[in-house]
Every structure is written in structure tokens, then in C-alpha cells.
């Protein structure tokens, strides 16, 4: 039951497997696609900024 036996963890280690007694790592990532990325962007316009403007400032009044 050591390096060579082929169902135990280190056996497995030993030999490079994996299987029920050493699992394989989940990768918890997810990605989102790039083309469902570029689509949403796509679909909505751009609200064009509109500069106010500014107001004049009233001239003091002369005594």
C-alpha cells in the first residue's frame, strides 16, 4: 500500500493519475463567452452628452 498501488492517493501521485481517491481540481472560475459580451454592448446605444450652456453672469448694477 504505498507508492505502487495504484488505488491510494499516493500511488496515484507516484504514477501521475487521478481518479476517485485523488480528484482532479475544480476550477471555480467562470467565464463569460465573448461574443454574448460584445452583443450586449452592441445592442444598447450610447446616450449622446449634452453640454449646457453656461450661464451670464448679471452685470452689477451702477449706482
Known amino acids: 500500500m504505498g507508492r505502487g498501488d495504484k488505488k491510494t492517493?499516493?500511488?496515484k501521485i507516484w504514477k501521475g493519475s487521478y481518479g476517485n481517491s485523488r480528484k482532479r481540481a475544480v476550477n471555480k472560475v467562470k467565464h463569460?463567452?465573448?461574443a454574448k459580451a460584445t452583443e450586449e454592448v452592441e445592442a444598447k446605444p450610447k446616450a449622446k452628452k449634452v453640454k449646457k450652456a453656461?450661464?451670464?453672469?448679471?452685470?452689477?448694477?451702477?449706482?
Do not use: I, Q, S, Y
Not at 453656461?54 to 449706482?63: C, G, N, Y
Open 54 to 63: 453656461a450661464k451670464k453672469k448679471a452685470k452689477p448694477a451702477e449706482k
Open 9 to 11: 492517493k499516493k500511488g
Open 32 to 34: 463569460t463567452p465573448v
